[in-house]
C-alpha cells in the first residue's frame, strides 16, 4: 500500500512539473545539498521561450519590490506538515457567563455532525496552505479585512529566516499555541515592507482558491490602499481589477484632527478571471421603483417616462412630430431625436410614446418596469444610510454581545451588501482574517432573508486580548472567543426570527418544522503535525524509533482522520459518520467515499467488512494488522471485493 504524505503539496515542485509540460527543453538537473538530483527550471532558457529578440541578460523593466519579496513568495510555496485538529467538545471551562448562562469562552462549534461551516484557529498562511487541495478553484468569493497598516495595529510575523523547530523561538506578541503577532509600529524601519510580505504571501495562496468566476474584496483605509493595489494588480493581475468601492465609514466630523476628517474606507476588488467573472445586480429598492405609474392601464404594467431627445444633433434624426391634438414637436437646437423616424412611428404604433394625458405634451418614450434588468449596477460610492456607518457596527456587536468587546467592525447592511453582489445562493466564501467573524453573521442573516445556502470558512488567529480590555473584561481571552460567541448568538437569532415568521405566515410559514438556516460550525485548530519526525525523515533515526509508533501520543483518531481528509481532497465539512465493525472504531467520510480505521490489531473481519463497502479510498496505519496471516490475506481480500479501492496506510 501507498505512505501518505501527510504534508501539502510543495507548490514550488508543482510550477515546475507545469512549466516543464509546456517547455520541456527548460527543465535541466541540479545536484541539491543533500546529494539528491532534483528538476530546476533553466531561466535563461525560459527566457528566451518567451521572448521574440535574442535574450543576452536583464533588462530593466516597470516592477514593484521591496526587501524580501522573493522570499514571502518562497513562503507561500512552501509545503508544510501542520495539520488541523477538530475541536468537538469544550477544552476548559467557561470563564463567565451571560444573564442566560452563554458562555463566554466555549471553544467547541455548533452542530459539529450536520454543519457545513468551518472555524479555523490559527496562522492564515499556514491554513491557506492547507486549503490548497481541498478547495482548490472552489471559493466564490473571498472577503478580509485584513490590519491596516495605522501604526497601532498587530500584524503576522513572518520570519523567513526560522525553520518549523525555531517556530516558537520569534520576539513577539504569541497566543496560547505559540502563533505569532507584532506591533507594527511607524519608527520600524520596515514598517511597509513588513505589511507587504505579511499581505503578499497570502494573497498567492488565496487566488488558487478562487473558482474562476470568483473574486476577493479587500477592506482598506488610505495607509496602505496604493500598496495593496500594486501587489493585487501582480498577483490577480491588472486586468483583472473590478472596482474600488468607497464607503462613507463615519457620519459625522472629529474636530481634533488636524487637517481632514478621514469619513471613508476603501474596498478593492479584483476577479480571480474578469471575462467569467459576472457580478450581481443589488435588488431594486422601493424608491427606485416609485416614479413608476400606469396612468394610461397599459397592460405591459407600470412605467415612468424617459428622454426623447439627445446630443449633439445627428441630421438625419432632426425631423417633425406631430401629436394626437395637431400640434408639431421638433428637437431643441443642437439637440435631435433619439430614434430615426422609422424607429419612432414603430414605437409610437406599439403604445412606447407619451404625449401626456390631453396629448399635447412633447413626446416621451415609456419606459417599462418590467422591462428594466432585474436590480441595479452598484455604484461606487456608498454612503452611510445606504449600508450603515462604523458606530452603527458596534451597536449591533454591543447589543448582541452585551459589551464592546471588538473595536472597528463592519456593519450587517454592509457585508450584506458585498454578499449580494459577489456570491451566490450556493457559494462557498472565505474569510481568513475574521476578527469579529461579522462576515459569518451576515452569511447567516442574508441566508435567512433570501433562502441562500452559503457556505462560510472563518480563519482567525487566537489573537490574546489584554486584561485591562473591555472584552477581557467581559470573559473574552483571544480573538476567536469573540468570533465563535458572536456565530452561536448571531445563529440563536436568526433561528428565533425565523420560528416567530413561521408562526405569524411570514417567509418560513410553509418551511417545515426544522432549521432552513445552517447557524452551525464546525471549530478546527491549527497544529503541528500529528506524525512524530520519525515518519518524514525515517533515514534519521535508529532502527528501534522507526519500529516504535509515529503518531504523537497525544493525537487521537479523529485527529488523523482530519489530516487525511485534507490529503484524499475531501472538504473539511464532509459528513463523517463513526461505528464499530468487530469491536474497532471505523470512520466513513462522505458516504464511504473513505473509510479509515487506525486501531490497532485489525483482523480479516474488519478488513472484509470495509472491501464489501467498496470505498474509493481506505485508510490505517502500518502496523494495524492483527497478524502477518491477516496482512498476507489483505490484499486477497480486496482484490475479491473492491479491487479498485485506493489502500494506504500512515
Known sequence: ???????????????????????????????????????????????????????????????????????????????????????????????????????????????????????????????????????????????????????????????????????????????????????????????????????????????????????????????EIENLKKICNEVFGGRNFVACVVWQRTYAPISLKKYFSESHDFCVIYAKDIDSFKMNLLPRSDKQNKDYKNPDNDPRGPWKVGNLTVGPAVEKQIYPITGPTGKTFMPPSGYCWRFTKERFEQMRADNRIWFGADGSNSPVPKLFLSEVQDGVTPMTLWT?????????????????????????????????????????????????????????????????????????????????????????????????????????????????????????????????????VDVGFRVLKLDSSNMNDVYYKPEEFSEQLIKEDNVKDDRTSEDLLFQVMLECNLPLSAKIKTEKIAGKEVFSVNNGYLVACFDENIDEAVIKDVAKRKPYYFVMRDSSLASDNVADNFEQIFQAYSKDTIRKII
Not at 43 to 55: G, P
Not at 124 to 145: F, P, T
Not at 163 to 188: A, F, H, K, P, W
Request: glycine share 8%.
Open 384 to 516: 452611510f444610510d445606504e449600508v450603515g456607518h462604523g458606530q452603527e457596527a458596534t451597536r449591533e456587536l454591543r447589543d448582541l454581545m452585551g459589551a464592546a468587546v471588538f473595536t472597528s467592525p463592519k456593519p450587517l447592511r454592509y457585508m450584506k451588501r458585498l454578499l449580494q453582489i459577489g456570491s451566490n445562493k450556493d457559494s462557498l466564501i472565505l474569510d481568513f482574517f475574521s476578527g469579529s467573524a461579522s462576515t459569518a453573521h451576515a452569511i447567516m442573516k442574508l441566508n435567512s432573508e433570501d433562502g441562500g445556502n452559503r457556505q462560510f470558512i472563518m480563519v482567525q488567529l487566537p489573537e490574546v486580548i489584554g486584561a485591562k480590555e473591555e472584552a477581557y473584561k467581559a470573559g473574552y481571552k483571544n480573538i476567536c472567543e469573540i468570533g465563535k460567541e458572536r456565530i452561536r448568538r448571531a445563529g440563536k437569532k436568526i433561528m428565533e426570527e425565523q420560528r416567530k415568521s413561521e408562526s405569524d405566515g411570514g417567509l418560513f410559514a410553509q418551511v417545515e418544522s426544522k432549521p432552513t
Open 1 to 223: 500500500m501507498d505512505k501518505m504524505k501527510m504534508h501539502t503539496v510543495d507548490i514550488t515542485d508543482s510550477n515546475i512539473e507545469k512549466i516543464g509540460q509546456l517547455f520541456p527543453n527548460c527543465l535541466t538537473e541540479h545536484m541539491g545539498e543533500d546529494g539528491k538530483v532534483e528538476k530546476v527550471i533553466d531561466f535563461d532558457q525560459l527566457r528566451q521561450e518567451l521572448s521574440k529578440e535574442i535574450v543576452e541578460g536583464p533588462q530593466e523593466r516597470y516592477q514593484f519590490t521591496w526587501p524580501d519579496k522573493k522570499k514571502a513568495i518562497l513562503a507561500s510555496n512552501a509545503s508544510t506538515t501542520m495539520t488541523l485538529r477538530p475541536i468537538r467538545t469544550d477544552e476548559t471551562k467557561p470563564s463567565g457567563a451571560d444573564s442566560e448562562g452563554n458562555p463566554y469562552c466555549s471553544t467547541s462549534g455548533v452542530d459539529f455532525e450536520n454543519t457545513k461551516n468551518l472555524y479555523i484557529e490559527g496562522d492564515n498562511l499556514e491554513v491557506l496552505k492547507l486549503l490548497q487541495e481541498d478547495y482548490l478553484g472552489k471559493v466564490k468569493m473571498i472577503y478580509i479585512d485584513p490590519p491596516y497598516n495605522t501604526g497601532n495595529d498587530f500584524i503576522y510575523d513572518d520570519d523567513f529566516s526560522q525553520d518549523l523547530g525555531d517556530y516558537n523561538e520569534n520576539s513577539g506578541q504569541y497566543d496560547t499555541s505559540g502563533n505569532r503577532m507584532v506591533q507594527n509600529i511607524e519608527s520600524n524601519g520596515r514598517f511597509h515592507t513588513d505589511w507587504l510580505n505579511m499581505m503578499y504571501s497570502r494573497l498567492k495562496l488565496s487566488r488558487s482558491l478562487l473558482s474562476p468566476d470568483g473574486a476577493i474584496f479587500i477592506s482598506i483605509d488610505d495607509h
